[in-house]
């Protein structure tokens, strides 16, 4: 995951320029549309937004769009809804803040969509955009992968309460879907921290570290995720925009609640994270203090060793010991019994 994208092709151009900022996650563009009410589902897939047809029927229609780096796309959908030139902007650069626009006839939300990725420990990062109005709600995804297909199910088998409600209680279920993949990734990365905690006491190394802050990049992109996600379901919830029901705000309340439980989770994880590369070193320091206990053990012995082999060693003329037929095994007796007491003398101190 990216913490920040790349900015300068906008540099320089006016407000409302549409420019694809970030990563190209699909090839093709994928549009699918739903229309649905009491007793009534249509599901089908177009080629181009000037397929769907615009009809007067009181059902509500979602159009769910697979990616946004084709900006002739997100121009014809402009046109067709009505949408700001500034919301187009936002859409296209996959770089937002989750945030809540109010346009007056229709409203605008961004927001982060985490799922694991292929290889263990990966977690893709993808931004959907909803613009919702009175029965309409078009969503847009990075890829073109089926990250909605929970609701889909729903609305397709009549399950719930989406067929009987209005566009604003799609919204709701979307965001909730997109909320509740929160919950499982920060398991993952729970049981990746214990895991990791466990490693740093019983065998620290360069990869731990590696780890560690590779867990400590994850936490703070899930901050800036969710943090902001909070104002957003707060102005929901109390929003008073036409096309808000008041019993749907009451659901927006709960996924307001799951946020606050999933920051409390975040800031848990991001201080044991914390805490563990004080472990590390501290693992680290204690298992360099066992090396250096050791050597400077082996150094001790050695020295009195080293000392005795040096004055027999000198070559002087009248040394007695030299002459002696027992002088060669009595000093490696003597240098024995030497390292024998000085190796009891540690014991009895505990320093081996």
């Given at each position: 995951?990216?913490?920040?994208?790349?900015?300068?092709?906008?540099?320089?151009?006016?407000?409302?320029?549409?420019?694809?900022?970030?990563?190209?996650?699909?090839?093709?563009?994928?549009?699918?549309?739903?229309?649905?009410?009491?007793?009534?589902?249509?599901?089908?897939?177009?080629?181009?937004?000037?397929?769907?047809?615009?009809?007067?029927?009181?059902?509500?229609?979602?159009?769910?769009?697979?990616?946004?780096?084709?900006?002739?796309?997100?121009?014809?959908?402009?046109k067709m809804f009505g949408l700001h030139p500034l919301l187009l902007e936002d859409i296209a650069n996959t770089d937002q803040r989750p945030k809540l626009d109010d346009y007056g006839s229709y409203g605008y939300v961004v927001l982060k969509?985490?799922?694991?990725?292929?290889?263990?420990?990966?977690?893709?990062?993808?931004?959907?955009?909803?613009?919702?109005?009175?029965?309409?709600?078009?969503?847009?995804?990075?890829?073109?992968?089926?990250?909605?297909?929970?609701?889909?199910?729903?609305?397709?088998?009549g399950k719930g309460r989406l067929r009987h409600a209005g566009a604003d209680y799609l919204l709701y279920a979307l965001m909730d879907s997109i909320v509740d993949r929160y919950f499982v990734i920060l398991e993952t990365l729970g049981e990746?921290?214990?895991?990791?905690?466990?490693?740093?006491?019983?065998?620290?190394?360069?990869?731990?570290?590696?780890?560690?802050?590779?867990?400590?990049?994850?936490?703070?992109?899930?901050?800036?995720?969710?943090?902001?996600?909070?104002?957003?379901?707060?102005?929901?919830?109390?929003?008073?925009?036409?096309?808000?029901?008041?019993?749907?705000?009451?659901?927006?309340?709960?996924?307001?609640?799951?946020?606050?439980?999933?920051?409390?989770?975040?800031?848990?994880?991001?201080?044991?994270?914390?805490?563990?590369?004080?472990?590390?070193?501290?693992?680290?320091?204690?298992?360099?203090?066992?090396?250096?206990?050791?050597?400077?053990?082996?150094?001790?012995?050695?020295?009195?060793l080293s000392f005795i082999a040096s004055i027999y060693g000198m070559n002087f003329e009248h040394m007695p010991e030299l002459k002696s037929p027992w002088g060669y095994p009595a000093v490696l007796g003597v240098m024995a019994a030497t390292?024998?007491?000085?190796?009891?003398?540690?014991?009895?101190?505990?320093?081996?």
């Amino acid at each position: 995951m990216k913490l920040k994208h790349k900015h300068s092709r906008k540099a320089g151009l006016p407000p409302g320029t549409l420019v694809h900022i970030g990563e190209k996650k699909s090839e093709t563009v994928t549009i699918s549309v739903y229309e649905y009410g009491e007793g009534q589902f249509q599901e089908r897939t177009v080629s181009k937004p000037d397929e769907i047809a615009m009809t007067g029927e009181p059902t509500v229609r979602w159009v769910d769009v697979g990616g946004i780096h084709k900006m002739e796309v997100l121009e014809s959908f402009g046109k067709m809804f009505g949408l700001h030139p500034l919301l187009l902007e936002d859409i296209a650069n996959t770089d937002q803040r989750p945030k809540l626009d109010d346009y007056g006839s229709y409203g605008y939300v961004v927001l982060k969509m985490l799922y694991e990725g292929d290889r263990e420990g990966d977690i893709n990062v993808e931004q959907v955009s909803l613009v919702f109005g009175e029965n309409f709600l078009l969503s847009f995804q990075e890829n073109g992968g089926d990250v909605f297909q929970g609701v889909k199910e729903r609305l397709r088998n009549g399950k719930g309460r989406l067929r009987h409600a209005g566009a604003d209680y799609l919204l709701y279920a979307l965001m909730d879907s997109i909320v509740d993949r929160y919950f499982v990734i920060l398991e993952t990365l729970g049981e990746r921290i214990e895991a990791l905690q466990d490693l740093c006491v019983t065998n620290p190394g360069p990869e731990t570290l590696r780890d560690i802050h590779g867990l400590k990049r994850q936490l703070l992109f899930l901050r800036r995720s969710v943090w902001p996600l909070r104002d957003v379901m707060n102005n929901l919830s109390r929003s008073d925009g036409q096309f808000l029901q008041g019993s749907t705000k009451v659901f927006f309340r709960d996924v307001y609640d799951h946020i606050i439980q999933i920051g409390d989770t975040i800031e848990t994880l991001r201080e044991m994270v914390s805490s563990m590369m004080e472990v590390y070193l501290s693992s680290v320091s204690y298992r360099l203090n066992g090396v250096m206990k050791v050597l400077t053990i082996i150094t001790t012995i050695f020295m009195p060793l080293s000392f005795i082999a040096s004055i027999y060693g000198m070559n002087f003329e009248h040394m007695p010991e030299l002459k002696s037929p027992w002088g060669y095994p009595a000093v490696l007796g003597v240098m024995a019994a030497t390292g024998l007491a000085m190796l009891y003398f540690f014991k009895q101190k505990k320093w081996l």
